[in-house]
Nanobody, 124 residues
């Protein structure tokens, strides 16, 4: 079992930055690949970024590539999402998720554990 708690969301102007954190509790954090997803009102949950067990491999959705960076600190049981050059279309609830399988997956159902989400709002 892994429990995930996101933080760091808020309201920011276009072009601004935010850093989301996701703290994990439970066993063997470093055994899980981690992902960030987001869901805007009326839309399906969509993949944002993925990081491997070690943190050495990352993968991003095209819509955030070059603007967002996912990292993890296994000593702190925490995964981060640094978001720069934010746009109004980035407005959503952001979720972190964990899965035991190693390969990259952009599908929500591939993930075993989810946090409750944190709201990110970008004003124009």
């Amino acid at each position: 079992q892994v429990q995930l708690v996101e933080s760091g969301g808020g309201l920011v102007q276009t072009g601004g930055s935010l850093r989301l954190s996701c703290a994990a509790s439970g066993r063997s954090f470093s055994n899980y690949a981690l992902g960030w997803f987001r869901q805007a009102p009326g839309k399906e949950r969509e993949f944002v970024a993925h990081v491997s067990w070690s943190g050495g491999s990352t993968y991003y959705a095209d819509s955030v590539k070059g603007r967002f960076t996912i990292t993890r600190d296994n000593a702190k049981n925490t995964v981060y999402l640094q978001m720069n050059s934010l746009k109004p279309e980035d407005t959503a609830v952001y979720y972190c998720a964990a899965k035991i399988t190693a390969w990259v997956s952009t599908t929500p159902r591939a993930y075993d554990y989810w946090g409750q989400g944190t709201q990110v709002s970008v004003s124009s």
